[in-house]
């Protein structure tokens, strides 16, 4: 490990990083790496894992956003949809929360729906899948509860720009337009 220390601190020329700019910083990592790949069979393995682990992050960040834009293309179709009934609730007093919570309760729902089919399907294969190994850990409730939390308000951030939306709207360019 001293040696990885050692190659870093001469990439780095014994500068520290905040301090410089960013055409530098991009000459000193790429120095680093090439001195990572050359000289230390060991790092080379290391790099490799930082490199995929990166790319796997790239892979589930698309994923979510490609997810978060099928959400909002059927917000907006659910909002288009029922611009009636909404102009009709605001012009009998419905407030702009209660149109925001009636447009989100559906998506709530679909999102429950999906976490209740997919936690058990992925506690048995993650428990099965964890048996190969030697140290094994459980499974807790924990991780599927932060998942769930985290596809919920995921959910919740991208229906809610639409469904605020619909809501603000004036109701009287809604039920004229037929």
């Not at 009934?85 to 989100?104: D, F, H, P």
Request: net charge positive; charged share 15%.
């Amino acid at each position: 490990m001293a040696g990885l220390q050692t190659i870093i601190w001469q990439a780095t020329d014994g500068i520290t990083l905040p301090m410089v700019s960013s055409q530098r910083l991009k000459v000193v990592l790429m120095n680093l790496m090439v001195k990572l790949i050359w000289c230390e069979p060991r790092s080379q393995k290391a790099l490799i894992a930082l490199l995929n682990l990166s790319f796997n992050s790239v892979q589930a960040a698309l994923a979510i956003f490609i997810g978060c834009l099928g959400l909002f293309g059927l917000a907006t179709f659910a909002a288009e949809q029922r611009t009636k009934e909404i102009g009709i609730r605001k012009v009998l007093g419905a407030s702009i929360q209660s149109v925001v919570i009636m447009l989100s309760k559906d998506f709530l729902k679909l999102v429950f729906i999906a976490a209740f089919i997919a936690f058990p399907v992925a506690w048995y294969a993650m428990h099965q899948w964890l048996q190969d190994f030697a140290y094994r850990i459980d499974l807790g409730w924990g991780i599927f509860a932060l998942a769930g939390g985290l596809g919920v308000l995921i959910a919740l951030f991208t229906v809610s720009f639409q469904a605020i939306r619909a809501a603000v709207a004036n109701p009287v360019k809604s039920l004229r337009s037929e």
